[in-house]
């Protein structure tokens, strides 16, 4: 911050009901299910809020694994950040039949076109492996390169387990990635309304193209989405998600669910076709059932820091979240398990500003960390008194600079009258 470097200090504050304006003697107005944690079949697998990443449930949720057809996610996120809706796509004779003989496909034909909007349809919905190389190499030139942006996208948003050489998650041993990844993949693209809207839908119509004379017809593969599929495993609060098995990876699933204002995002990895949709069922039942919410408000968390100027406090700043933090408990957590860390400058320098990041607050339950909010300056305050020591401070130091100076040219004057008179005395 400033000119000058600042030492971070880190402040551990465990009172939460003192944020929240709780009495700790009194009674906690938070009730706890008596939901106990879910047993699932899959091997990998994590509940995430999709609103703050904080996880709810996990196994193994940072243990790698192959992805399949939920590989697709990250394709569609990568190509919506460079492709418009209404682009078109001509598909290449790689991207037809360099697919895997058998594998999900929609029969894209060499030179066929279509718009980018049902390229979307055709990989979300029907999962096909044509249309994931035809959007690759349209939105990166090739699929190799495409690939390379995928993994680079999801380092980018914190999912460091994952890599990816193809788009559509046909088996390879050099792709995989983690329960706990593609729930931050998912919590990303469902900022994204168009593609929301398309995992959504349960039924698209492709119209005929230039090599295609009829239409075609896709239906949405996940079950939870698609009442015609299983009326039974249908849930109505499922708003996406995105299938996907082979041999090796077995039956993956991501899935989004949105309820009484709250959104979470399911992942389960490496599971049996029997089991599926019941893990992500019990997923989705504990989060709604074991967890409640409790909300910080900016006005609840405030930090005060000196100004400072040539060593003299000046005045100070007040710092805050912008917007309130949501987070949940569970049963057998209490408001005293809640830990908040600020990692904060010592002080801020003449040049603080309103609005300027300045330090930043750590929130975690027990030994869990939930995330990290910007601290920003909400409100700066300058000491008159301050500013006149500071003023008066700089004058002295400018007097006696002036002092130095006038002694400097007296004994230099000096000088040179001695070695004058000296000089005539001689000559």
Not at 57 to 79: D, G, Q
Not at 162 to 180: C, I
Not at 234 to 250: M, P
Request: no cysteine; hydrophobic share 40%; glycine share 8%.
């Amino acid at each position: 911050m400033g000119k000058r470097s600042t030492i971070l200090r880190t402040i551990t504050i465990v009172a939460i009901f003192v944020l929240i304006g709780l009495d700790p003697s009194g009674p906690s107005h938070i009730s706890y299910a008596t939901v106990h944690p879910p047993s699932l079949a899959a091997e990998g697998a994590i509940l995430m809020d999709g609103d703050t990443g904080q996880v709810l449930y996990e196994k193994n949720a940072h243990k790698t694994f192959y992805p399949a057809s939920i590989t697709k996610l990250m394709t569609a996120l990568v190509a919506s950040k460079y492709l418009n809706p209404s682009d078109t796509i001509t598909f290449s004779r790689n991207a037809v039949l360099s697919i895997e003989f058998g594998s999900s496909h929609i029969g894209m034909r060499e030179g066929e076109t279509i718009s980018v909007e049902a390229a979307m349809h055709g990989l979300l919905m029907s999962s096909a492996n044509d249309v994931a190389n035809g959007i690759a190499e349209k939105t990166s030139g090739s699929i190799e390169d495409f690939a390379k942006a995928m993994t680079a996208e999801a380092k980018a948003l914190g999912a460091l387990n994952s890599n990816f050489v193809n788009p559509h998650g046909l088996q390879n041993e050099d792709q995989y990635t983690t329960a706990y990844d593609m729930g931050l993949i998912m919590k990303e693209i469902i900022k994204n309304q168009f593609l929301v809207d398309i995992m959504g839908k349960t039924l698209y119509e492709i119209p005929p193209t230039n090599k295609v004379d009829e239409v075609r017809y896709l239906a949405q593969g996940h079950k939870m989405i698609n009442e015609r599929k299983d009326v039974n495993i249908y849930r109505e609060d499922v708003i996406a998600g995105k299938t996907g098995y082979t041999t090796s990876s077995g039956h993956t699933l991501v899935t989004v669910s949105k309820r009484d204002g709250r959104t979470l995002i399911a992942v389960t990895l490496k599971t049996n076709a029997a089991n599926l949709y019941s893990d992500t069922n019990k997923l989705f039942d504990y989060g709604y059932e074991a967890f409640e919410a409790v909300e910080l408000e900016p006005s609840d968390y405030i930090q005060t820091l000196p100004i400072m100027k040539d060593g003299v406090v000046i005045g100070k700043a007040d710092l805050s979240m912008l917007e309130p933090v949501r987070m949940f408990l569970k049963s057998g957590h209490s408001k005293e398990d809640i830990t908040l860390e600020t990692v904060l400058p010592e002080a801020l320098t003449e040049e603080a500003s309103m609005n300027q990041e300045a330090g930043k607050l750590i929130i975690s339950i027990g030994e869990e960390a939930i995330g990290e909010w910007p601290l920003e300056i909400t409100e700066l305050e300058y000491d008159d008194i301050g500013n006149e020591s500071v003023e008066e401070n700089i004058e002295k130091k400018e007097l006696e600079m002036i002092e130095v100076i006038k002694f400097i040219i007296l004994i230099a004057t000096v000088t040179i009258v001695v070695k004058t008179s000296t000089f005539g005395k001689f000559h």
